[in-house]
């Protein structure tokens, strides 16, 4: 009999879904939570019961919940298999322990591919139509009507080089094609049938394919590789007048040579969702640089998420009671 640990709310939900998943293969399920009480801990005893484990909003952002949540798989001797709620795992503190113990890790990539997309698309249309000058004027109380050498270009026909075809930039791509534009993809793994782009290259043709770019979209992991790929040479490279959308991960561009980037009048504007340092200090130069909109790496909010990555947990338990191989498998970079 397997024991999970999970959170009250996740057992309030969805705990009766994961029982009829361990019956339907013969077994049954326990659960665990994590002790409420400010500084309780789970006792040895019962962090060795624990088999599989599942953090999902609930105890992510519960400082408490997290942090009894963390001592207990660390501390679990029987523990083969943790499920996280984010699409990226590296950020979570005990990862890279549990990976070196053979701990099999599971992240929920593209549960929340669709609202980021859409975050990152609305940040696409708010710049290519204006919307950050006429935000600036609202609140100076000012008329700020486009005309003249200010009247944006149409949408339709211009380039967008998309740095990640996964879920997220799946999506981001259709939204885009859907509005005429050009799509260019860039990730490791050659274009495949059903790809929503009109080309496929590698990492290492980035550089080549920039200067061709009316509109640069970072919506890749985090990776060994991925860390600084947007780097100052990339900047350089990119033609005058591009816009820069990241839905990302702030590591991945050299924050520098963007804010410079923008300060000379290389790049026209950006949307940046992701930043090196979270939160974005109140005295960094980001947040007062012209035509550039911030968003506190909230891309993701929606409140379909939490039955999505539930249901993402419920399937793969399903995978991982029967043996079968399991989905989203990651390793921290």
Known sequence: MPTALVSKQFIAGFGEKLKEIARSAGATVEFMSPPEAQGARLSQADCDRIDCAF???DLR???QLYAAFGDAVIASKSLKWLNLQSSGIGQQTFVTTL???GVTLTSST???AEPVAQTGFAGLLMLARGFHGYMQGQHKHEWRPLRGKAVPPDLHGQTLVLIGVGAIG?????????FGLKVIGVRRSPMAPGDPVDEMHPPSALSSVLPRADWIVIACPLTRETRNLV???A???MKKGAYLINIGRGEVMDEAAFIEAIKSG????AALDAHRQEPLPADSPIWDLPNVIVSPHNASASSGNEKRVAEMFIANFGHWIRKEPMFNVQHPS
């Open 266 to 269: 290389h790049l026209a504007g």
């Open 55 to 57: 953090v999902d909003r």
């Open 231 to 233: 780097s100052a040479e």
């Open 61 to 63: 952002f519960d400082e």
């Open 170 to 178: 799946k999506i981001f791509a259709g939204y885009a094609r859907a």
């Open 99 to 101: 990976d070196a113990r």
């Open 235 to 237: 900047f350089k490279r």
């Open 110 to 112: 593209g549960s929340n």
